[in-house]
């Protein structure tokens, strides 16, 4: 199945057939957008859910403004959740929407140029009125003016069926409207044969203990799923038929989530207490929350006056024994700076969480970007190399975070996990593993002393260059440890220039020879021999690029594609797998962060495709690139 | 477990590095006699400092320890004390690390009351930089930095950690080793955090700053000990007292007032306004100046709350099962044919946080 299977839009066909009449799509993309305050992210999470539990492969990509709740009706104001459900296994939450249902104009204005042409627009006609156009900008009635008329436009006077749906629900003064959003998500439940019981069980449960809204919730999603059976310009409906994907039980997750989970299970993995010390910053918050609600799990959350205090405590509780970790954004990271090299000089396990958003400086704080990684590499005083690992999709941070666990507890260093606001915020479908088959990762503490002349904290494993972790409590063992340079094996204090060398040449050794300890990078290859242009990325962009490289094959064009989870250090392959490709194309959204790595490091023409913009690429974006390096293939009026 | 130790169980191999003739040297004594007098096995203390010239002092202490980096010794505590409720977690700090690079992490600590022995040794100068103003220094003091005069003025660290609600503030003397082991011991029975502040004589950069409270002449015109239960009055012959006055501390002629007047000294208020008030008898060791602990009150450790959480939400909800917390926001199959067959659990995505940071 491929990315570039035909899809027509839900516009195609005339809205005046005389009976209902599904049409089937391979896949559909469907943004929901209004007013912060109108819950069109809880209407997109329903969508999700509903064609979750149908069988749908999805991505999910949620958008909103920065400020709590902006201006009502303001440009600024508008926030959106853009959901793609398929029947095949689709790689991202698609390049343009199908459908857009905007609740205000605002809504409207901001949404309506990513609408694919002759794309539906679902309008909640009641919020036209004069005040919003004009907070919108619209100096006319756009649908009035004649404007939309390339578009299929549905006009629904959402607000008084809204009311009317509710008035004996319970609900009284502002929570009447409230209910608006589900009215929308009934109305797309019609439109797209999505089934109802999902969201019905979910109002019922989510609001148990206040039955009326729930039932006000309910009835505005029946008066929405009604109002499209009973109108003619929904008349034509389309269904997405449930995926074919791998058996197994599935959940929908997002990044943020997904990476609590795997820190949880690293722990277990690691047959550690978790300790999680952070400070509150957009868009990693979500990892504190849901660590801090599972306490039963032993988990310790510690939210510190801080981001130096996070990472402070954290280095604290590695010493005392603990799976220790500590997550933040740039702006926090850069503030942990010094401490990660304390980490680093006092070699003691850490995984570092930064769910990079765009910058610098506070940047915009709920876009995504991959900026962070040189900063990942490079950003300390002195000679402190640590491992960089970067997560690539929502359900991968899991295994990324046991991996990251793994790595800083077997090589007693601090290792930096890099996520970003697109895998945080964004879901997909995720099988779920067994968890009784999660790796060992275990590292035994020591517990007697490594030498004749006592305990030597600073003597080194022979195969991994880690030093032994002696926690406090272990009777003999007692020991100091500091930023200070350190004499090799007793961890004394010393300025032995002969000393500076040796202990800076072994922790780079150390860190350097995970590349013996990590898998091969992989080529994802057309045929049987490289192809004409390998795509090397990392992080967020795998979806896309992945998505890019099917429509490109399928172009034909012999395009690979390797993505990178280790960036420090490399896989020890890479530059192997490099040097058979003439042309490599580098995808970031950064200036060309790994575009320079690579260079610098294999002396290879590389080059990039970059993107700053706090948003994810287009597939198309991608593509056109592809295209550009290789040549318009052939077959390219077969493809449209 | 009780062992007998000596002090030399508690001296390290290293040699100590401070100028001959440092407080610190003291200072180190009488922490090292103390904990030898516990009979508790070593392995179970931690000493956590900063940077500076005190901060040395967990290298010398044949106990765990971490040099940390400038002003964070009580962050890194915080974390070895949260998740080690077993262990004595004791942070040495100076003037410099703990009030002014890291201030934020001093207060906090002490609002939280997590179970720290914080010993600040306030030598009123930054020493291992060589000789610059610190935030205790006197205003005009003239060091390298400010060779016109300091124009910063002066923390008062009693009053900052009373104001930070420190459920155990305490001050002693170098010199007086005596007095630093009774403090010391009553720092360890206190649950909570202890914060002591100890003049610290530097000798090579502000050598008598403390001389009002150590010389032989003067030290018996301004020691004000403060004796839980006693009246507060001090001179050779007790002939100054402390009375209350408007929410206000003040000497007086003891011989002025009725005797009744005398503020009697009680640590364990639990409104900190009066320990508030005899911290304002005195802004640096200049004159009369209150040594002992001005406040000594009980209020839940931070670890013990966060204990407490974790065994109720073991006892609610049993200990955690991770293929339970991964089904938990509801789940689907696929069959072998690669179809949904079955819906789990209703609920699934979360929508994405809100916020800015």
């Known amino acids: 199945m491929a990315d570039n299977a035909t899809t027509p839009s839900p516009s195609v066909g005339p809205d005046d057939q005389p009976s209902a009449r599904v049409q089937t799509l391979d896949r559909v993309v469907i943004r929901f957008a209004g007013d912060s305050g109108d819950g069109m992210q809880v209407a997109g999470a329903r969508f999700t859910a509903a064609s979750a539990t149908f069988g749908n492969d999805l991505a999910t990509l949620?958008?909103?403004?920065?400020?709590?709740?902006?201006?009502?009706?303001?440009?600024?104001?508008?926030?959106?959740?853009?959901?793609?459900?398929?029947?095949?296994?689709?790689?991202?939450?698609?390049?343009?929407?199908?459908?857009?249902?905007?609740?205000?104009?605002?809504?409207?204005?901001?949404?309506?140029?990513?609408?694919?042409?002759?794309?539906?627009?679902?309008?909640?006609?009641?919020?036209?009125?004069?005040?919003?156009?004009?907070?919108?900008?619209?100096?006319?009635?756009?649908?009035?003016?004649?404007?939309?008329?390339?578009?299929?436009?549905?006009?629904?006077?959402?607000?008084?069926?809204?009311?009317?749906?509710?008035?004996?629900?319970?609900?009284?003064?502002?929570?009447?409207?409230?209910?608006?959003?589900?009215?929308?998500?009934?109305?797309?439940?019609?439109?797209?044969?999505?089934?109802?019981?999902?969201?019905?069980?979910?109002?019922?449960?989510?609001?148990?203990?206040?039955?009326?809204?729930a039932a006000a919730n309910i009835a505005a999603f029946k008066a929405g799923y009604n109002f499209g059976i009973t109108t003619d310009a929904t008349r034509v409906t389309f269904e997405v038929k449930p995926a074919t994907l791998p058996p197994g039980t599935y959940t929908n997750v997002t990044g943020n989530i997904a990476l609590a989970w795997g820190l949880i299970a690293a722990a277990q993995a690691a047959d550690l207490p978790l300790f999680y010390g952070t400070y509150p910053i957009t868009p990693a918050s979500d990892i504190l929350h849901e660590l801090s609600r599972h306490r039963n799990f032993g988990v310790k959350t510690f939210q510190a006056e801080d981001e130096i205090a996070a990472i402070g405590s954290t280095i604290g509780a590695a010493f005392a024994g603990n799976l220790a970790v500590t997550g933040s954004s740039g702006p926090g990271i850069a503030l942990k700076s010094e401490a990660i090299s304390l980490a680093f000089m006092t070699e003691l396990p850490l995984v570092v969480v930064n769910v990079q958003r765009a910058g610098p400086s506070t940047g915009m704080p709920t876009k995504p970007e991959q900026s962070d990684l040189l900063f990942s590499l490079y950003g300390r005083h002195g000679e402190s190399p640590v491992p960089v690992l970067a997560i690539a999709s929502p359900s991968d941070a899991f295994d990324a975070a046991i991996e990251a666990a793994r790595i800083a507890l077997k090589y007693m260093t601090p290792v930096i996990l890099l996520s970003d606001n697109h895998i945080a915020n964004g879901s997909e479908p995720w099988r779920l593993p067994d968890v009784d088959e999660l790796p060992d990762i275990s590292v035994p503490f020591a517990t007697v002393p490594n030498s004749e002349k006592g305990f030597l904290p600073y003597l080194r494993d022979f195969e991994t260059f880690s030093r032994p972790w002696a926690i406090p409590g272990t009777p003999g063992l007692e020991h100091r440890i500091g930023g200070l340079e350190k004499e090799a094996n007793t961890g004394n204090v010393s300025y032995d220039p002969d000393n500076h060398q040796l202990m800076t040449d072994s922790r780079a050794w150390k860190v350097a020879t995970i590349a013996n300890d990590i898998p091969p990078v992989e080529v994802d290859q057309a045929g049987d021999e490289p192809g004409d242009l390998l795509i090397l990325g990392w992080g967020s962009t795998f979806g896309a690029i992945k998505a890019a490289v099917r429509r490109a094959r399928n172009a034909g064009h012999a395009v690979d594609h390797a993505h990178l989870r280790y960036l420090n250090p490399f896989p020890a392959n890479l530059g192997e797998v490099l040097r058979r490709y003439e042309r490599i194309l580098i995808p970031e959204l950064n200036s060309g962060h790994l575009l320079r790595l690579v260079r610098a490091e294999f002396l290879i023409p590389a080059i990039g495709l970059n993107k700053i913009a706090g948003e994810p690429f287009r597939i198309a974006e991608i593509e056109a690139r592809i295209d550009e390096i290789l040549g318009e293939p052939a077959q390219v009026a077969a493809r449209r | 477990?009780?062992?007998?130790?000596?002090?030399?169980?508690?001296?390290?191999?290293?040699?100590?590095?401070?100028?001959?003739?440092?407080?610190?040297?003291?200072?180190?004594?009488?922490?090292?006699?103390?904990?030898?007098?516990?009979?508790?096995?070593?392995?179970?203390?931690?000493?956590?400092?900063?940077?500076?010239?005190?901060?040395?002092?967990?290298?010398?202490?044949?106990?765990?320890?971490?040099?940390?980096?400038?002003?964070?010794?009580?962050?890194?505590?915080?974390?070895?004390?949260?998740?080690?409720?077993?262990?004595?977690?004791?942070?040495?700090?100076?003037?410099?690390?703990?009030?002014?690079?890291?201030?934020?992490?001093?207060?906090?600590?002490?609002?939280?009351?997590?179970?720290?022995?914080?010993?600040?040794?306030?030598?009123?100068?930054?020493?291992?930089?060589?000789?610059?103003?610190?935030?205790?220094?006197?205003?005009?003091?003239?060091?390298?930095?400010?060779?016109?005069?300091?124009?910063?003025?002066?923390?008062?660290?009693?009053?900052?950690?009373?104001?930070?609600?420190?459920?155990?503030?305490?001050?002693?003397?170098?010199?007086?080793?005596?007095?630093?082991?009774?403090?010391?011991?009553?720092?360890?029975?206190?649950?909570?955090?202890?914060?002591?502040?100890?003049?610290?004589?530097?000798?090579?950069?502000?050598?008598?700053?403390?001389?009002?409270?150590?010389?032989?002449?003067?030290?018996?015109?301004?020691?004000?000990?403060?004796?839980?239960?006693?009246?507060?009055?001090?001179?050779?012959?007790?002939?100054?007292?402390?009375?209350?006055?408007?929410?206000?501390?003040?000497?007086?002629?003891?011989?002025?007032?009725?005797?009744?007047?005398?503020?009697?000294?009680?640590?364990?208020?639990?409104?900190?306004?009066?320990?508030?008030?005899?911290?304002?008898?005195?802004?640096?060791?200049?004159?009369?100046?209150?040594?002992?602990?001005?406040?000594?009150?009980?209020?839940?450790?931070?670890?013990?709350?966060?204990?407490?959480?974790?065994?109720?939400?073991?006892?609610?909800?049993?200990?955690?099962?991770?293929?339970?917390?991964?089904?938990?926001?509801?789940?689907?199959?696929?069959?072998?044919?690669?179809?949904?067959?079955?819906?789990?659990?209703?609920?699934?995505?979360?929508?994405?946080?809100?916020?800015a940071g």
């Open chain 2, 1 to 355: 477990m009780t062992v007998t130790h000596t002090r030399a169980d508690f001296q390290t191999d290293q040699e100590v590095r401070w100028c001959p003739g440092c407080g610190d040297y003291t200072i180190l004594a009488s922490v090292q006699n103390f904990l030898a007098s516990l009979n508790r096995p070593r392995e179970q203390f931690v000493f956590v400092s900063g940077i500076g010239c005190s901060s040395r002092f967990p290298y010398y202490m044949n106990t765990y320890g971490i040099h940390s980096i400038h002003g964070r010794a009580p962050a890194v505590a915080t974390g070895i004390a949260l998740t080690r409720p077993d262990l004595s977690v004791w942070v040495i700090t100076g003037d410099g690390d703990a009030l002014s690079i890291g201030g934020n992490h001093l207060i906090h600590a002490m609002r939280r009351n997590v179970n720290l022995k914080i010993l600040l040794f306030n030598n009123q100068i930054y020493g291992l930089t060589k000789g610059q103003y610190s935030p205790t220094s006197e205003p005009g003091k003239r060091t390298k930095s400010s060779p016109h005069g300091s124009i910063d003025h002066p923390f008062n660290p009693i009053s900052l950690a009373l104001g930070a609600e420190a459920t155990f503030v305490a001050r002693t003397l170098d010199m007086d080793r005596e007095h630093t082991t009774e403090i010391l011991q009553a720092a360890y029975e206190h649950e909570g955090t202890a914060f002591i502040e100890i003049y610290q004589n530097c000798n090579v950069f502000n050598d008598k700053a403390f001389i009002q409270l150590t010389g032989k002449e003067e030290r018996v015109h301004n020691r004000i000990n403060l004796e839980a239960g006693k009246p507060i009055t001090f001179g050779p012959n007790g002939e100054k007292a402390v009375v209350l006055e408007g929410g206000e501390a003040k000497i007086v002629d003891t011989a002025a007032v009725d005797p009744g007047r005398i503020l009697v000294h009680d640590p364990t208020r639990s409104d900190p306004t009066v320990a508030f008030a005899l911290s304002r008898l005195s802004h640096g060791p200049y004159g009369p100046t209150p040594l002992g602990i001005f406040r000594k009150v009980r209020r839940p450790t931070y670890e013990s709350l966060l204990d407490h959480q974790v065994a109720t939400a073991i006892a609610k909800q049993g200990p955690g099962d991770l293929a339970t917390l991964i089904r938990s926001h509801g789940t689907w199959t696929v069959d072998a044919n690669g179809h949904a067959v079955e819906a789990g659990a209703n609920g699934a995505p979360k929508a994405g946080s809100n916020g």
């Open chain 1, 62 to 213: 949620p958008s909103f403004p920065a400020e709590i709740r902006a201006p009502a009706g303001t440009l600024p104001g508008v926030s959106s959740f853009q959901v793609q459900i398929a029947d095949f296994d689709i790689l991202t939450a698609g390049d343009a929407p199908d459908c857009l249902v905007a609740m205000n104009p605002a809504a409207l204005k901001k949404n309506l140029p990513d609408l694919k042409p002759g794309g539906t627009v679902i309008v909640n006609t009641e919020a036209f009125d004069e005040r919003n156009l004009a907070k919108a900008g619209y100096e006319t009635n756009p649908l009035e003016d004649g404007s939309l008329q390339s578009y299929r436009l549905i006009q629904v006077p959402m607000e008084s069926l809204t009311k009317e749906a509710v008035k004996d629900t319970g609900v009284s003064g502002r929570d009447v409207l409230r209910s608006k959003n589900f009215f929308a998500l009934g109305l797309l439940a019609w439109l797209f044969n999505r089934p109802t019981e999902p969201t019905i069980e979910w109002c019922e449960q989510k609001f148990k203990n206040k039955p009326e809204v």
